[in-house]
């Protein structure tokens, strides 16, 4: 599976982007997509997945009622809208996927990443 992340920028607090991963390969095994982000010096941390057959979706604390999760199946597209950014939400974006239900905010369970997109929210 390749997984291309796109949407990335330059944004003041407060305000919004909308980040993207494209999956093509073997889609047809995927079992969930999600997003992680990874601040300087710091480790790759969950954000939001989505399971790809029903769409149940999860949620970082940090992140619930200002981010949403959605995909569209038919282009194999799972996307990331970012509501009332704060400059702690600044860090690379990496959307990986999992062919298994393991445990959704662990790392270990997604077998393939995309390269990351830079998100910088300014304050």
């Known amino acids: 599976v390749q997984l291309q992340a796109s949407g990335g920028g330059l944004v003041q607090a407060g305000g919004s982007l909308r980040l993207s991963c494209a999956a093509s390969?073997?889609?047809?095994?995927?079992?969930?997509m999600g997003w992680f982000r990874q601040a300087p010096g710091k480790e790759r941390e969950f954000v939001s997945a989505?399971?790809?057959?029903?769409?149940?979706?999860y949620y970082e604390d940090s992140v619930k009622g200002r981010f949403t999760i959605s995909r569209d199946n038919a282009k194999n597209t799972v996307y990331l809208q970012m509501n009332s950014l704060k400059s702690e939400d600044t860090a690379v974006y990496y959307c990986?996927?999992?062919?298994?239900?393991?445990?959704?905010?662990?790392?270990?369970?997604?077998?393939?990443w995309g390269q990351g997109t830079l998100v910088t929210v300014s304050s």
């Open positions: 390969g073997r889609t047809f095994s995927i079992f969930r």
């Open positions: 990986g996927v999992g062919f298994w239900n393991t445990k959704v905010k662990s790392t270990t369970s997604y077998n393939y």
């Open positions: 989505i399971n790809w057959s029903g769409g149940v979706t």
